[in-house]
């Protein structure tokens, strides 16, 4: 049977023990185990994380090739002759290998990994998901968009995305240029560089960089002798990194409440967030009642936040509304 079939057959496996215990283990191999553990195929396993599979305590051997070995020896147990003097199979109990405690890897390793062993694509997440909030609020355009800079001439395109790709590249005349390549969660793009925009913004120019971009498209040349115009061109106008960009965007969280939802718990709970965030941003309430058509804006002198993430990712959980300006 298949890793699948004996989930439906006996049940949920309930660590990497059990799973390797009740498969055939001929015809999953290390190998196998190894892309499971990379695709995410075992997250779903009480107390344990990728990174963990494939720790080793120094002494050369992974914590999943020891969970292999256990089930293997565990099955060799349970084929053998061993009979005790009473007629009664033999009882012994193998112990677990301990599971490693180890550092868990990063967003954009675990998902790089992941997208190795399953065909170029993402399962679990996306590289961009911790900027979800500086995409939709600072952003006004996509990838995609560059498919066709027809469409935009004359026009600022500000997108981010991560770079996937870089060649530098030397001129004839001895000048560097660039051929670098940023995905976002539309497409992805070849974008090429050169002169002064080359030399100003190389340095961001790294695997694996998140990157907010300013662009603007010029229309393309007009040819004299001919007078056809060549392709949109497209200017660099900034780089940043995009882990820089809430900070320097986003100037004021502005809190939306709806006087009747407000209960004294939400309330506690929403003060008790914002102080677990204290920045130099500046922070306003706008409490509404939309039935008497209601607005009482409200300016905090005293409390400043860090508008971050976490702080969106726990608005957005208790249900408040906000705003960045």
Known sequence: MTIVEHREKDGPY??????????????????????????????????THRAQYFHDDGDGITFLEKAIKYAQKHKENENSAQVSLFGEASDVQIPEPEVPPCEEWGTMEKLSKEREVVGGVYISGHPLDDFKTEMKTFCNGTISMFNDLNLYVNREIVFGGVVTDVQHRVSKQGKGWAMFTIEDYTDSFEFRVFGEEYLKFRHFFMINSFVFVKTFVREGWTNKDTGKKSDPRLQ???????????????????????????????????KELLNEHPGSQALNFLV??????????????????????????ELEVQQVKYKLN
């Not at 990497?16 to 075992?42: C, P, S, T």
């Open 14 to 47: 309930k660590s990497i023990f059990d799973l390797a215990k009740r498969i055939d283990l001929r015809a999953a191999n290390k190998r196998a185990f190894e892309n499971l553990a990379l695709a995410g195929g075992f997250d779903g396993l009480a107390d």
């Open 236 to 270: 660099f106008n900034s780089f940043q990194l995009l882990h820089d960009v809430m900070e320097n965007y986003a100037k004021k969280l502005s809190i939306q409440l709806d006087v009747r939802d407000l209960t004294e718990q939400k309330i506690i709970a929403l």
């Open 288 to 313: 509404y009642d939309m039935k008497e058509k209601i607005k009482l804006p409200m300016i905090s002198r005293k409390q400043k936040v860090k508008v971050c993430q976490e702080l969106i990712t």
